[in-house]
């Protein structure tokens, strides 16, 4: 499984981001995918995530504000990020998980500063 993270950028407090990863190869092995994120001098954290039959799992910190969706055909998933603060700068993953193995992505920069 192959994952391309994109979307990333700066962007004002308040504003808003959507973040794109398109899956590939064996796909249909894919369970949950999602989204983790590292922000400077912190661990990576998990961000939200997204299961095959569509149950969604957020962390605190940006429950209420960031969505998960992701589409039909399981070769995309989406995180769209509203009102966004200054602690939601990190590097965005994406993330996937089957077959008992983890993926990972290049990671995707945001940054909200005015």
């Known amino acids: 499984v192959q994952l391309q993270a994109s979307g990333g950028g700066l962007v004002q407090p308040g504003g808003s981001l959507r973040l794109s990863c398109a899956a590939s190869?064996?796909?249909?092995?894919?369970?949950?995918i999602g989204w983790y994120r590292q922000a400077p001098g912190k661990q990576r954290e998990l961000a939200a995530t997204i299961t095959r039959s569509g149950n969604t799992h957020y962390s605190d910190a940006i429950k209420g504000r960031f969505t998960i969706s992701r589409d039909n055909s399981g070769n995309a998933v989406y995180l769209q990020m509203n009102s966004l603060k200054p602690e939601d700068t990190a590097v965005y993953y994406c993330?996937?998980?089957?077959?008992?193995?983890?993926?990972w992505g290049q990671g995707t920069l945001v940054t909200v500063s005015s």
């Open positions: 190869g064996s796909i249909f092995s894919i369970t949950n």
């Open positions: 993330w996937a998980f089957g077959s008992w193995k983890e993926y």
